[in-house]
């Protein structure tokens, strides 16, 4: 349990204010309309994932390939409301309601850890002027330092490989955390860390961390796929 936690009081709470444009998330931000990273990372996928997305779904059918994204996408909306009302309200030293959702059970022990380390922010707007903006899952005390979370679920677990595009999103939203609030908190309180949290159907949650070095190095990812988004737009 996270016993070392500082004692601080939550963050100001910014509402997401979302828009839809087509196949494209947009926040109405106080840096204007800016695209969610969610949506900058889809734009900008490799040609390789691409082609590995494009035969995956003529393997499976177009007709399949579109309810299993739907289902995947309702599944993790699902469990971001659970995690959400979860972490807002855990009673410590309670355990997790068993049985309420596969996922949720597979990420229950990971939550109740992240809701003990003294938890600053909850499914908060958050954004950047290099252009882009989005939700912030959780920012807490975890294991030592201040952490910003992302919660993600899988019907198998992924391989380290397989999660890049996770890890470009972590950063983003570390250094949109950092850039939302900084005014409001010192850099001795901005997350020094993150945590992908996968929710697996039937087993532990899968977890990678990431410290400052891989954040700094994802980061720097991030921004070359914001160019090519922005380079897409004109």
Request: hydrophobic fraction near 40%; charge should be positive.
């Amino acid at each position: 349990m996270n016993v070392d936690c500082p004692k601080l009081a939550p963050l100001p709470w910014h509402k997401p204010d979302r828009v839809h444009r087509g196949r494209q998330r947009f926040y109405r931000t106080p840096l204007g309309e800016l695209p969610s990273v969610t949506t900058i990372l889809s734009w900008t996928k490799s040609k390789e994932a691409r082609a590995g997305l494009n035969r995956w779904r003529d393997r499976v059918g177009y007709q399949a390939s579109e309810e299993i994204k739907h289902e995947a996408a309702a599944r993790g909306t699902h469990l971001h409301a659970i995690a959400e009302e979860q972490l807002k309200a855990w009673v410590p030293d309670e355990a997790p309601p068993p049985g309420r959702d596969p996922y949720w059970d597979s990420l229950a022990p990971v939550a109740e850890e992240v809701a003990a380390g003294c938890v600053r922010l909850v499914e908060g707007a958050i954004w950047h002027p290099l252009g882009y903006a989005g939700t912030m899952d959780w920012m807490a005390w975890w294991r030592g330092a201040w952490t910003a979370g992302d919660w993600k679920s899988s019907k198998k677990e992924k391989k380290e490989e397989w999660v890049g595009d996770y890890k470009l999103q972590a950063a983003a939203y570390t250094a949109g955390v950092a850039y939302t609030y900084r005014d409001v908190i010192p850099r001795s309180e901005m997350p020094v860390n993150a945590l992908i949290a996968i929710a697996v159907r039937g087993k532990d949650a899968q977890l990678f961390g990431m410290g400052p070095e891989e954040l700094v190095s994802s980061w720097n990812e991030f921004k070359e796929r914001v160019r090519l988004h922005q380079e897409m737009k004109r």
